[in-house]
């Protein structure tokens, strides 16, 4: 049996399970960084789903400190009534409330788009500076904080503190990590060269600790989320952190420690195989549960120095089994989730029920996908759930007025809308032209060469299991006609087609597609019926064709990647990922072959030509296509012009992420 949902208590709390919610900065306050109703519904959706604490994010304890626009703050005693909504939601709810305290340091200016005046953060009034200068995140010309700068903020975040406790919340977490100022002041990196008291690495966070307690009482519980490993070449490890940091830690009474590995930091990673910052953000490729090994390694430290204080791991924990190996393997007291917590909150709950087939695990693609994301602007959101951060204007309300909707075709779209509009109350019903539903995110998840990617198929398996247990009404290997939807009466025609292959006008092409030379990567990568694309393969369209690429190189074919671009541009959905492709296509030897136009095909060869005109016939069992897509919507015009209501829907409408169609069949099924 695992421990996972086995209470434990600690510093005078009870957990009535082994799952907090990280804290996570979700960009929601107003510009003041007053907590908003926005805020509060967030996180009394996450207490709801079976959390025993939730975690309030990264609460800024002084304005010049911000990294976000909208990030929340507790400046003065005006700040703490507006807490109060969001303590009760979460409390209401049958969870603890913590909140994590925060001062940027080296962090603002990070993700600007503008220039940036020296030692100034893209956020006005804000400041980039840190215990030196040595090593900078946000502002390359980031300043020093002065000592009385320092002793200051000791009193802002116990003061803070203090705020958070009128509020109501039941323990107070510490943004001690990721490059945070209290951070870079453990560094040994970072904090080089002062003369005065801080030049002791621990000591800023232990005044602010000690403060709290005079203010708070020291029954108070603190958790500091605290870097235990920087992972950077001259950072300090896990090693010195027991020896130096966990034993003032102890005798501070800190009720537990929530453990990050990286930093944020620009010095080079330890490791070869994982960057220092993967093990704070995991990147998409990051092995799941990327911190194991180092809590595992951190319980026998702190066992043998006769330190006892519980912990947290977390980091890409991205299924149940990831949180029970946690606890249960790693040793770690609670496992802490983020990214989880936001594609499906009733996660808890669905494990403890014995309904883990419902959760809607994370496709790592992108919490904050539609919004941007927390350093651009945007406020923090999940690109699977479209509820999260409008919790309540999308709770589900039963119509009274039910419409007929036919629904063509069964993608992520698609079947995100078929399951609103059926638990609203309207009839529905779904054609899929193909044998299974799925659509493009079925396949772009066939990969299992590629570290991660069957990751991709989570979505489409969740609104699969969803369609079922809804029972909503499927009719596979059916090609809608304009005829056959007029027929059904529908009051409502949700195109959600989604998009085809581009296919070049060049001479041979034609016959080339007959003939099985020509393909495309939809062909290549279909869960059933999969065309092979033979031993050596030509790919055109680096941009949508660099993982297959790499898929077919790791499989043991030869593969050329040619490109019609002057450089390489990763198709948009690709997004972060394009960073380590880059470096993974180099490591297989492939190069991108820019500024390839091509020119003909013909019977097992394709004809190229450079930009200087000089042309080269290239021969191989086959030529594989990754040109982009184009909008699948022919049936719109007709269905419009029969009058009837038409809404078009995810790449049916424009060629996007598989975000876009979930959101927008979302909004719409709301407001039929």
Not at 271 to 300: C, M, Q
Not at 423 to 429: K, T
């Amino acid at each position: 049996m695992s421990k996972i949902f086995e209470p434990f208590e600690v510093g005078g709390l009870r957990f009535k399970n082994r799952i907090v919610h990280a804290p996570t900065t979700l960009n929601m306050s107003d510009p003041h960084g007053y907590a908003t109703r926005r805020l509060a519904a967030a996180y009394g959706t996450l207490a709801r789903g079976g959390y025993a604490a939730v975690t309030v994010g990264a609460t800024c304890v002084r304005r010049d400190g911000l990294i976000n626009e909208r990030m929340l703050g507790l400046y003065d005693e005006d700040y703490v009534i507006e807490f109060r909504d969001t303590v009760t939601e979460i409390k209401n709810n049958d969870a603890l409330a913590g909140i994590q305290l925060f001062y940027g340091g080296l962090i603002p200016g990070l993700g600007t788009t503008i220039p940036l005046p020296s030692a100034k953060g893209w956020i006005p009034d804000t400041v980039a500076w840190g215990p030196s200068n040595k090593y900078v995140i946000g502002n390359p010309n980031s300043d020093v904080v002065p000592t009385e700068v320092y002793e200051q903020l000791v009193e802002d975040f116990a003061q803070a503190g203090r705020r958070a406790r009128e509020a109501g919340f039941d323990y107070l977490s510490y943004h001690f990590c990721h490059g945070s100022l209290p951070h870079t002041n453990l560094s040994l990196l970072a904090n080089q060269g002062r003369t005065d008291k801080y030049a002791d690495h621990f000591l800023f966070c232990e005044e602010i600790l000690q403060r709290t307690q005079e203010l708070c009482g020291r029954d108070f519980p603190l958790i500091p989320r605290i870097c235990v490993d920087e992972n950077l070449e001259g950072g300090f490890d896990t090693e010195y952190f027991v020896q130096n940091f966990a034993p003032r830690l102890q005798a501070l009474g800190v009720a537990a420690l929530d453990c990050t590995f990286g930093s944020m930091l620009g010095a080079k990673s330890r490791r070869s195989d994982i960057a220092s910052n993967e093990f704070i953000g995991p990147d998409f490729y990051t092995p799941a549960a990327v911190n194991l090994d180092n809590i595992k390694h951190l319980k026998r430290l702190l066992r043998e120095q006769n330190i006892d204080i519980p912990i947290m791991g977390s980091a890409n924990l991205i299924t149940p089994d990831h949180l029970r190996t946690m606890v249960d393997e790693a040793g770690a007291d609670f496992a802490a989730v983020c990214r989880l917590s936001l594609d499906d909150p009733d996660f808890p709950t669905k494990m403890q029920t014995g309904r883990e087939h419902e959760i809607r695990l994370s496709t790592h693609t992108g919490a904050s996908l539609l919004q941007g994301n927390i350093f651009g602007k945007g406020w923090a959101g999940s690109a699977q759930n479209p509820s999260f951060g409008r919790d309540d204007e999308y709770r589900i309300v039963p119509t009274n007025r039910p419409r007929k909707v036919v629904i063509v075709g069964g993608g992520s779209g698609g079947m995100e809308y078929a399951i609103t509009a059926k638990l609203i109350g309207h009839e529905v019903v779904v054609l899929e032209k193909s044998a299974t539903l799925g659509g493009a995110m079925d396949w772009a998840g066939n990969y299992p060469n590629i570290e991660n990617m069957r990751m991709l198929r989570h979505q489409p398996d969740y609104h699969r299991t969803m369609m079922t247990g809804y029972e909503v009404p499927v009719r596979l290997g059916v090609e809608a006609t304009a005829e056959l939807i007029q027929a059904e009466r529908p009051d409502v025609v949700v195109v959600a087609t989604g998009a085809e292959a581009i296919l070049p006008d060049v001479p041979g092409l034609d016959d080339a597609r007959d003939s099985g030379f020509a393909l495309t990567i939809d062909e290549v990568l279909a869960r059933e019926n999969a065309k092979d694309p033979g031993s050596s393969v030509v790919i055109w369209g680096a941009g949508e064709g660099a993982e297959l690429a790499l898929e077919l190189a790791r499989s043991g074919r030869t593969v050329r990647l040619l490109d019609p671009g002057p450089v390489f541009r990763p198709a948009n959905y690709i997004g972060s990922r394009a960073r380590v492709i880059v470096g993974a296509l180099a490591r297989e030897g492939i190069e991108v072959e820019t500024g390839s136009a091509l020119e003909s095909v013909s019977a097992g060869k394709a004809v190229f030509r450079a930009a200087d005109g000089v042309t080269q016939v290239v021969a191989a069992d086959s030529l594989v296509i990754c040109g982009g897509r184009r909008p699948r919507n022919a049936l719109v015009e007709p269905l419009r012009k029969a009058g009837l209501v038409v809404q078009v829907i995810g790449d049916a409408r424009k060629p996007r992420s598989y975000a876009n169609a979930i959101h927008e069949a979302a909004y719409l099924a709301r407001y039929l």
